[in-house]
């Protein structure tokens, strides 16, 4: 149905995409995977009449076409969900759905819109009901919004970038269900992914593209998880991560029947009951939006408690200001690096200085103490900063991850708070990131981990704790669960506590 | 006696309301497209002396009318410019552009401070709905002007909730990266709204030089400008709403004569303070409801748009 046939395309340089050919044909779940900056998203920026290829030729039913613009994708039959939803959120399901859709009249009737939209849900299995506002919506369905919008315009070729990031593993389920039906009602589906167990288990064809070339395309059924590892990556890579057993010390962080508001002055957590021992990895599930940022922020000290306690080495710090919660040991790696965590137009000295700036008592900065200790970190955790001095938003995420949580590890912090830590991260930064967090706890720091990749949760933590509506759904033994299990917790389903 | 001075009051408040009408209804337009522009209070200025220049050299306030909507569709497209183009901050653009207007119509209307003019908008009372006891005497004994603001009024709601190019407006004001994945075009949406509400900033400023006062004064508009920036909040970007801030602020701002003139004292200055007094407590009010509440601003409010930074 649609082949990208030799396609190359150029950015200041950078070779994006180096002669990749990529085809799909009707009925089929063909999965892109690549890691960060293989060139998935030029490659279908492309298909999307996004960007112009520089050479190359794109044919859909055999004829090739110049898309030029994403109108140009949309007259060809090609709609895109994009990772993050391009929806307006005051208006109902229905009027997203017309939205710039040429041949609505300029005085419309939503009535019948509405029944349009509500028949071609049911035709697809995509249960949504067209008048209600989007913000109203779970992501889930509001995913669902999205697909019945592109299947509205006539979409014949979908393509979804990272479609299960914010779903549980259940919703993720349902949408490989529908995506299955419409494959079988004769549409092309191209999912963009990294997941590498979801391919496996719900694709028919597997394209892997790594450095902007294409390594290959395999058939589902005929590959393996290592296989595609080795194509990814380029070389095999220890997929376990190898873990010491766990050597727990005295309690470093209680929170006791703690509440807090969220920004739009809702409880965003209820009663939280969790303590955080030396030495080991407590992991915090959830689908993102349901507390997570706030615990993060509560144990910085950045976001009030209204009720309950918080104590860090036994000492009560339920009052504690950001500062005092970094002189109790507490370090903070947040979720968005270059903006709470680095200051981008500052260079990596300074903003390694930023958090030791207390150590200057003269009130004079020495220059020559902050280059040292910076040129140490550097070197310590492999950061490649070409320059010290330029603006450190000039570095790549997973250089910026290393030199914020080098800069917090070399405060021998008690605890360290990180969310997200190896988001948009490639393999190789993701492994340093996995080992540093590994190395904390071995020295007997407590380590609070936040995440949406159970993978990754399920590696590194020795408990794990499911938040679901701002509640701790149950704290169990990572070794001794499934992923159903937490999937389920993740919805909301309640679990007796072990581990 | 006391029946007919309410009826006053409330038909003069009408009438003082209308200038702070158009301009709310063009306010709210260009915030509807997500551009704030603080320049009302210049643009009225401008459109007040247009006004008055045009009507005293063609004797025809109608001409007068169109050069005041032309010369506030100008300085809007400076601040449309300004904000849109080079994504300058949208505050000090604004702000500038009424220091600018404050300056420019001073500077035009300084031999024009005291001249008389006869080709003004004189009062029609609309036979049949005139008649009507009470509603006749308060909104049917006007000008032609304030017929047309009852008019602009439902054109606005009904095009803003009802049409598809109010549709792609609200969403370009809501989520521009949305709206621009959709095939809209922000650029000239947000260009087109910011114009055609200094259109209506300049018609509001017409109003006062050539029917509510009818002369030229420096600075007549008082801050009635910025009440109209107050209003929109107020009417929550609603224009059925903005209606009946308006009156409400007409009324009070008329108050101070009524009072007189039945003999309660007093002290003028007080009841000048009166309708800046209410514009405060009005954005007290409903910046907390607006907290709390869903009814809240278009979401990309002031934010420019960068395709490039989605």
Not at chain 1, 298 to 326: C, F, W, Y
Not at chain 1, 368 to 383: F, L, M, P, R
Not at chain 2, 43 to 68: K, Y
Not at chain 2, 160 to 179: I, M, S
Request: charged share 20%; aromatic share 6%; glycine share 10%.
């Amino acid at each position: 149905m649609v082949e990208m046939i030799n396609i190359t395309k150029r950015f200041p340089g950078i070779l994006a995409n180096d002669r990749v050919s990529f085809s799909v044909k009707a009925g089929e779940i063909h999965a892109l995977l690549g890691e960060n900056g293989a060139g998935k998203s030029t490659l279908m920026s492309i298909l999307t009449g996004l960007y112009r290829p520089d050479e190359g030729e794109i044919r859909i039913q055999g004829t090739p076409v110049d898309l030029q613009s994403p109108r140009d994708a949309v007259a060809h039959g090609i709609g895109m969900v994009h990772q993050h939803f391009k929806l307006v959120k005051p208006f109902t399901v229905a009027e997203n759905i017309i939205l710039g859709l040429k041949g609505i009249k300029e005085v419309y009737n939503l009535k019948s819109i509405d029944e349009s939209v509500a028949q071609l849900s049911r035709e697809y299995g995509l249960h949504i009901q067209p008048d209600s506002p989007i913000w109203q919506l779970s992501v889930g369905e509001q995913q669902r919004a999205e697909i019945v919008k592109i299947l509205f315009r006539g979409a014949e070729i979908l393509i979804l970038d990272e479609p299960t990031a914010v779903l549980t593993p259940q919703e993720a389920k349902d949408l490989y269900k529908t995506l299955r039906k419409m494959a079988d009602l004769g549409k092309a589906i191209i999912v963009i992914s990294h997941k590498l167990s979801e391919v496996l288990a719900h694709t028919d064809a597997i394209t892997v593209l790594r450095g902007g070339r294409s390594v290959g395309t395999v058939r589902t059924k005929e590959t393996s998880e290592m296989e595609l590892t080795r194509m990814m990556v380029g070389r095999p890579v220890m997929l376990e991560t190898v873990k010491n057993p766990v050597n727990r010390s005295s309690k470093v962080l209680e929170l006791h029947n703690l509440s807090a508001l969220g920004n739009r002055g809702q409880f965003a957590l209820k009663e939280i009951n969790l303590d955080i021992y030396g030495g080991e990895i407590v992991g915090i599930a959830g689908v993102a939006g349901n507390g997570q940022r706030e615990l993060a922020e509560v144990v910085a000290g950045l976001r009030a408690i209204e009720r309950g306690q918080k104590k860090v080495d036994g000492n009560d710090l339920t009052l504690a200001s950001p500062k005092q919660m970094i002189q109790a040991g507490v370090s903070y790696v947040p979720e968005d690096r270059l903006g709470t965590g680095l200051v981008p137009n500052l260079n990596a000295m300074e903003n390694y200085l930023l958090k030791g700036v207390q150590r200057m008592p003269s009130g004079f900065i020495n220059w020559k103490q902050v280059a040292q200790e910076t040129a140490e970190v550097i070197k310590k955790y492999d950061i490649k900063v070409p320059n010290p001095k330029n603006p450190v938003k000039m570095l790549s995420g997973g250089n910026l991850q290393k030199l914020l949580l080098g800069r917090e590890i070399s405060g021998k912090p008690r605890l360290i708070v990180t969310m997200y830590p190896m988001r948009g991260l490639d393999v190789g930064a993701m492994e340093t990131i996995r080992s540093l967090l590994l190395q904390e706890r071995d020295r007997g720091a407590a380590v609070l981990l936040i995440s949406e990749e159970l993978e990754e949760l399920f590696a590194l933590s020795d408990r794990l704790a499911v938040l679901h509506g701002g509640e701790v759904m149950g704290v169990v033994d990572p070794h001794k669960t499934t992923f159903e299990d937490v999937g389920l917790m993740m919805a909301g389903k309640r679990m007796a506590a072990h581990g | 006696m006391e029946q007919s001075i309410w009826l006053a009051l409330l038909s003069t408040g009408v009438v003082a309301g209308t200038p702070i009408l158009f301009a709310a209804l063009g306010e709210i337009l260009t915030e509807r497209a997500g551009i704030l522009n603080l320049g009302v209070e210049g643009m009225m200025l401008v459109g007040a002396v247009t006004g008055f220049m045009v009507t005293m050299s063609t004797h025809n306030q109608w001409m007068g009318l169109l050069m005041a909507i032309v010369a506030g569709g100008l300085m809007a497209l400076i601040h449309a410019f300004l904000s849109i183009t080079l994504r300058a901050n949208q505050v000090v653009s604004g702000l500038a552009l009424t220091i600018f207007g404050t300056g420019l119509s001073g500077f035009l209307g300084k031999d024009l401070i005291g001249v008389p003019l006869t080709d003004t908008f004189k009062p029609i009372p609309i036979a049949g709905l005139s008649e009507i006891p009470w509603i006749g005497d308060i909104l049917f004994k006007h000008d032609a002007l304030v017929y047309i603001s009852y008019g602009l009024i439902f054109i606005l709601w009904f095009f803003l909730y009802r049409t598809k190019t109010g549709l792609e407006l609200r969403a370009v004001g809501e989520n521009p990266a949305a709206a621009d994945a959709a095939g809209i075009n922000v650029f000239a949406i947000r260009y087109a709204c910011v114009i055609a509400g200094g259109m209506l900033a300049g018609a509001a400023g017409a109003y006062l030089s050539l029917a509510y006062a009818p002369s030229w004064l420096e600075n007549m508009t008082a801050g009635r400008g910025w009440i109209a920036v107050a209003l929109v909040i107020f009417g929550t970007w609603n224009p059925l709403r903005a209606f009946l801030g308006s009156f409400f602020f007409g009324t009070i701002d008329v108050m101070g004569f009524t009072m007189q003139t039945i003999g309660i004292q007093i002290p003028s200055f007080f009841l000048k303070m009166l309708p800046y007094i209410f514009t405060i407590a009005v954005l007290i009010v409903v910046t907390r409801e607006t907290k709390t509440r869903r009814v809240a601003s278009p979401e990309a409010l002031s934010i420019p748009y960068n395709r490039e930074e989605r």
